[in-house]
Every structure is written in structure tokens, then in C-alpha cells.
């Protein structure tokens, strides 16, 4: 077992809830997007707490399977990393605070600059600490999020060749609709980064790098010479539900609980707060030790399903904080302590973040960042 996964899983598991965290599917998603990629090098983004499957965890499990660079949204996750033993590089996507470069340089941390507002200070730090920095610019080609213009450009780049202790190593942009095969947007945004490519001119050793999933997966020209990858290690295509049966990617996340109490309930009951559910018929409920507290959002109240004895089980009523009820009056023999999964697979069937994503009008990975940081984690399959 890694020295990871074990460390992580010595608290045993004391909650009725528990997010399962499949080690295996992970490092089967790394490998099947690392032969899909073109690039030499790769980025895991474990920004959102590796979206919510365990930021130091995955990152090490990731690296001793080759992962090259680790992508993460602020300084302090990035000096987490450090601390937990990661030795790849570590970008910070969102830059540093002034008052932090000290951190950045003393734990080699590479932050992407968007701002020449920062470089100043960083330089400084470095010729203190007598190192070298490595900066990668952000440009924006389209997100329009961060990053310099293109008329911008040259000034940075002599700016920086003027400031001791930093060079440029990389140079990055991110796709707003890398997940539409069909847009055309890719294609206009990637032009418009390799406008701002050849300015470096003979740069070769700067790491060009703009692949999210989504361009990894369908832009293969785009993959230049790292990919950064986020959703689809953690086993989802970015546009949603895999509707061509691909199969490539599983799914690394999963969330059960045990029944708290099965109840009897005549017809014509309000079911919760308010009452918005009332038994059509003599029912039995179970209870659950699920709510809005554990990620399992009260958007789901009424239109949420579970697995119980492998049989689908519906919502009923509102989602309350740490409790809600569902209906097992169709599945035999529902018992307290019988498993209830809201996120995997049981029996034959499945509800994934997708399904649930559609329910409450989002997007999978806010599911998995909803459900994995509200819980215990514990991890399977290493
Ligand atoms: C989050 C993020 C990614 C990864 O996106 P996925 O769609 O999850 O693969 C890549 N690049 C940047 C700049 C990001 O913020």
C-alpha cells in the first residue's frame, strides 16, 4: 500500500457517511490520458482539494506514477504539496500576494503571471535567496479571466529579461470551450496563442501549455508540450454523461451511507420540513444520515434517487441539514445499517456526478468538490 493512502486511511472511519476514493481507477485515468497526449509533459490539477478527492494524496500517487507537474489555485495548497513530500513542479494558476514571495521562492514554487505589477518583488526575493525563478505568463486568448494581451507582451518579456533572479519558463492559456469538439472556438483561441508563442522567438526551452480535459481529449494539436488535466483524471468527460459509451475514464469518487431507521407510514402524511411531500399511499421510508451539510445539496429534496439492495430509492421531501428520507416501499427487506449509495455503483446500477449534476442544474465537478470536502475520505483499491 502507498505510505500515502495508508497515512490518510489510519483514522478509521467513524461516520456512517464515507466518500470512497478508488486509488486504482486514478492511476488507470492518468495512464490512459497520458497515451492520449501528445505533450512531453503532464499537469495534474489538484486545485479544489484535487476536486475533492485529497489534494496530497492524489498528487503523490500521481507522481510515483511519473505525473510531471502539479497544478493547484493558490500559495497555500502549493506549500501543502511541498509538505506532504511533492517534488514536481507546482504551479500556482492564480498568482501570489506581494507579501508571500518569500514562500513562493523558499519552497520553488512556479506561479503564472498575469500582472507585471508582482515581478519586481519576486526578483528581488530571488537575488536574496540566490536562486533562479522560473515564471510562466498567462495570456488570454479568449477566457477572457487572466492574462496579458498581446500588445503587452513585448514589454513584459523585456522586463523580465531585465530583472535578475527570473526567467521565463513557460507560457500558458486556458480554453473557454475546449469540451464542444464541434466549437470553433478552440481552434481561434489556439491561433491566437501561437501569435503569442512566436514572440518569445528562440526560447526554446519555455514549457507552451494550454490543454485542459477537454483539449486533451478532443484537440490533440493543442497538446504542445504539457497538458493540464483536471476532471477527467478523476474520471469524467467535461461536457457531461460519456452518451457514446467510451469507457475510458472511471469514475474515482464515490459516497455511501447506512439506513438510520426504516419507518411505516400511512397514506396521506407530510413527509420532512414543510411538508412539500405527502404519501400517496401506505409507504415505508428510510431515514437517512445525509443532508446539505454532507454535500448532498437540498436541491436534490424531491428529485434525488439512492441505491438500496441495489434497487433505486427516491427522495422524498425536503433535504434536511444532516438527514433525509426516501422511499423503500418497492425494495424488500430494507433494514437499519443496510448500505444507501448516492454516489457509485451497487448491483448493477449507478448514479454518477453527471446524474446528479443534472438534477440540480451544475456541472459534475461542482458534485465532486460538494461531496468530497464535506466528507471523510478514505481510500480503496491501491
Ligand atoms: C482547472 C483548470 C484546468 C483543468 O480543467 P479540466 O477541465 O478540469 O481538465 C486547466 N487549466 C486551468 C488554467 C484551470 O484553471
Partial sequence: MDAAVRQANTDTCVSFN????????????????????????????????????????????????????????E??????????????KIL??????????????????????????CLEGLSREAVRQNKEVGIHLKVNTGMCRLGFELPQLQDVLSAIARLPGLSVCGMATHFPEADDPLSSSTRECFARFNSFAAQLGDMPHVIRHVANSGATLYFPETHRDMVRCGISLYGYYPEGRDTQNRNE??????????????????????????????????????????????GYSRGLSGCGE?????????????????????????????QPYDEAVLLGSQGD???DADDLAEKLGTISYEILCMIGNNNRRCFVGQ
Fill in 75 to 88: 500559495l497555500p495548497e502549493a506549500i501543502a504539496l511541498r509538505e506532504a513530500g511533492v517534488r514536481g
Fill in 306 to 334: 439512492v441505491l438500496i439492495r441495489g434497487k433505486r430509492a427516491p427522495v422524498r421531501g425536503r433535504i434536511c441539514m444532516n438527514l433525509c428520507m426516501v422511499d423503500v416501499t418497492d425494495i424488500e427487506g430494507v
Fill in 92 to 117: 500556482v494558476m492564480l498568482g501570489f500576494a506581494p507579501q508571500n514571495v518569500e514562500e513562493m521562492v523558499t519552497y520553488d514554487i512556479t506561479p503564472l503571471i498575469y500582472d507585471s505589477g
Fill in 249 to 294: 475514464l472511471q469514475p474515482v469518487m464515490s459516497f455511501s451511507t447506512r439506513v438510520l431507521q426504516v419507518r411505516e407510514v400511512e397514506a396521506g402524511v407530510p413527509v420532512s420540513y414543510g411538508g412539500t411531500y405527502i404519501t400517496s399511499h401506505r409507504s415505508r421510508l428510510a431515514v437517512l444520515p445525509v443532508g446539505y451539510e454532507d
Fill in 349 to 351: 446500477d449507478r448514479i
Fill in 18 to 73: 464515507t466518500v470512497q476514493i478508488d486509488v486504482k481507477a486514478l492511476r488507470d485515468n492518468y495512464t490512459f490520458l497520458r497515451k492520449k497526449s501528445r505533450a512531453e509533459l503532464f499537469l495534474a490539477m489538484v486545485k479544489a482539494n484535487a476536486y475533492g478527492h485529497d489534494m496530497a494524496v492524489c498528487a503523490q500517487i500521481l507522481e510515483q506514477a511519473g505525473c510531471d507537474a502539479f497544478g493547484v489555485a
